[in-house]
């Protein structure tokens, strides 16, 4: 194995490494989109009228939040005790999904919580006095004024989540960085393949970083005129 640099390994691995690019970005829309519906989930649970379950499911969010994501995944895919019994065994693509989009939905739902409880109570009162229907209380009044606010934290998660991902490739998801390591351990060389990986990730994280603060503005701008 050697340790200098070559053009040539570069670019005969760059094809190679590349060919799990889509698994890795589709497995990360997948489980950004799973975390945004479960956030919901977690939102509701957490605001029922009983406290004890109120407690309970605060609990297990933040036992889920203070666990390392890659335990998750290991506990999920090989040590859950009760899918074999059912018969029933998930794929790593599957296994993945339900790791770090349940790991990721616990931000998710604080965010959403976060951005509700920054809509002032007067415009709780307001939507109470105008006597609107709960569905036009929410999507006239409370979710235009809670959701800007959310747009910074859900993006920044977003691209976190998205350099999580190659945590999958320790249960068999076959990704870039999975690939980055098969070339390695058949030609010896880590180096290029292992940077590729690193440029593919800086190309797909920089600009989405760029669309998620252009969006914000956007729909701040959007909301400013509405108030106007």
């Not at 939040?65 to 290991?74: A, G």
């Not at 009760?82 to 739902?109: D, K, N, Q, R, W």
């Amino acid at each position: 194995m050697s340790g200098n640099w070559s053009w040539e390994i570069f670019m005969d691995a760059l094809p190679y490494v590349s060919k799990g690019l889509g698994i890795t970005v589709g497995l990360t829309l997948s489980c950004f989109l799973f975390a945004l519906v479960f956030g919901f989930v977690w939102l509701l649970l957490r605001n029922t009228p009983f406290r004890i379950i109120n407690w309970f499911f605060t609990w297990v969010m933040e036992f889920i939040r203070s666990t390392p994501p890659l335990v998750q995944l290991f506990f999920i895919f090989f040590a859950w005790p009760a899918l074999p019994v059912i018969g029933v065994s998930l794929s790593p693509f599957v296994a993945a999904i339900l790791g770090l989009g349940v790991h990721f939905s616990t931000y998710v739902g604080e965010v959403y919580r976060s951005g509700i409880e920054s809509v002032d109570s007067g415009q709780w009162e307001a939507a109470k006095a105008l006597n609107y229907s709960a569905k036009d209380k929410w999507f006239k009044i409370i979710l235009p004024q809670a959701i800007p606010p959310t747009i910074p934290m859900l993006g920044n998660y977003f691209i976190i989540l998205f350099k999580e991902v190659p945590l999958a490739s320790t249960i068999g998801v076959v990704g870039i960085l999975q690939l980055a390591q098969n070339y390695g351990s058949k030609t010896f060389n880590y180096l290029e393949p292992l940077t590729i990986v690193a440029i593919l990730f800086l190309i797909l994280s920089y600009p989405s970083a760029l669309l998620i603060k252009k969006l914000e503005l956007k729909m701040n701008r959007r909301f400013e005129k509405k108030d106007a």
